[in-house]
T-cell receptor, first 115, second 112 residues
Framework: DAGVIQSPRHEVTEMGQEVTLRCKPI?????LFWYRQTMMRGLELLIY????????DSGMPEDRFSAKMPNASFSTLKIQPSEPRDSAVYFC?????????????FGPGTRLTVL | AQSVTQPDIHITVSEGASLELRCNYS??????LFWYVQSPGQGLQLLLK??????LVQGIKGFEAEFKRSQSSFNLRKPSVHWSDAAEYFC??????????FGGGTRLMVKP
C-alpha cells in the first residue's frame, strides 16, 4: 500500500518567491495534518482537515501561509511570499478518524530552504 | 490542555545495552499514547500505541512501553539496543478529538 506521498522532497527557493508543497494522503483516510519541524521549535502542527474541511489552523504562523484540500486525495500548503525563517521540514500526515484512534501516518517530508 | 514532556534531549547507550526513554504526559482523561521514531531524513514511523487494556504494549523492532497512570508516564524500553536504533524518538498523546500533542523528542546515539 502506498503511504502518504509528499512532493517535492526538496525545495530551494529565493526569498519572496511562492512555494507550494503537495500531499496525497493514504486512500480512505479522512483527516490530514500539516506539520513543520525545525531544530529550534521541534514539531509544530500548522493546520488539520477533517473530511476536506479545515478544523484548526491556529498553528499557521501568519497570513503568508495558506492550505487547501480540494478533495479527499490532495492537499497543498502554500507560502507566499517565502522568507528565510520558513526554512524547515514540512510533514504531511493522515489518519482515519475516529476509528483509527488518533494514529497518524506521516509522509517523508519536504525539506524547504529559502535563501 | 494536554502536554507531553520528554526530559532527556539526548541519550547515548552502548550497543547491546538496555534502553529506557522517558515520557510524561498531562491529560485529564484516559489518553491515547504513542511512540514514533524518526531516522535521519525520514518521516515519523509509529513504533507502538496504547489505547486501552494491557498497560504493557509491544511494538515493532523489539520495543515495548508501559503505561503507568499513577505516574502519568509512558516510558519506552528495549532490552538490547542495536546500532540501527540510533534515531530521534517522539512520544505523543491524543485526546478525544483528532489531534496529537508531541513531546520535544529524545535523540538516541548508539556507541559501538
Amino acid at each position: 500500500d502506498a503511504g502518504v506521498i509528499q512532493s517535492p522532497r526538496h525545495e530551494v527557493t529565493e526569498m519572496g518567491q511562492e512555494v507550494t508543497l503537495r500531499c496525497k494522503p493514504i486512500s480512505g483516510h479522512n483527516s490530514l495534518f500539516w506539520y513543520r519541524q525545525t531544530m529550534m521549535r521541534g514539531l509544530e502542527l500548522l493546520i488539520y482537515f477533517n473530511n476536506n474541511v479545515p478544523i484548526d489552523d491556529s498553528g499557521m504562523p501568519e497570513d503568508r501561509f495558506s492550505a487547501k484540500m480540494p478533495n479527499a486525495s490532495f492537499s497543498t500548503l502554500k507560502i507566499q511570499p517565502s522568507e528565510p525563517r520558513d526554512s524547515a521540514v514540512y510533514f504531511c500526515a493522515s489518519s482515519l478518524w475516529p476509528s483509527g484512534g488518533n494514529e497518524q501516518f506521516f509522509g517523508p517530508g519536504t525539506r524547504l530552504t529559502v535563501l | 490542555a494536554q502536554s507531553v514532556t520528554q526530559p532527556d534531549i539526548h541519550i547515548t547507550v552502548s550497543e547491546g545495552a538496555s534502553l529506557e526513554l522517558r515520557c510524561n504526559y498531562s491529560y485529564g482523561a484516559t489518553p491515547y499514547l504513542f511512540w514514533y521514531v524518526q531516522s535521519p531524513g525520514q518521516g515519523l514511523q509509529l513504533l507502538l500505541k496504547y489505547f486501552s487494556g494491557d498497560t504493557l504494549v509491544q511494538g515493532i523492532k523489539g520495543f515495548e512501553a508501559e503505561f503507568k497512570r499513577s505516574q502519568s508516564s509512558f516510558n519506552l524500553r528495549k532490552p538490547s539496543v542495536h546500532w540501527s536504533d540510533a534515531a530521534e524518538y517522539f512520544c505523543a498523546v491524543g485526546n478525544a478529538g483528532n489531534m496529537l500533542t508531541f513531546g520535544g523528542g529524545t535523540r538516541l546515539m548508539v556507541k559501538p
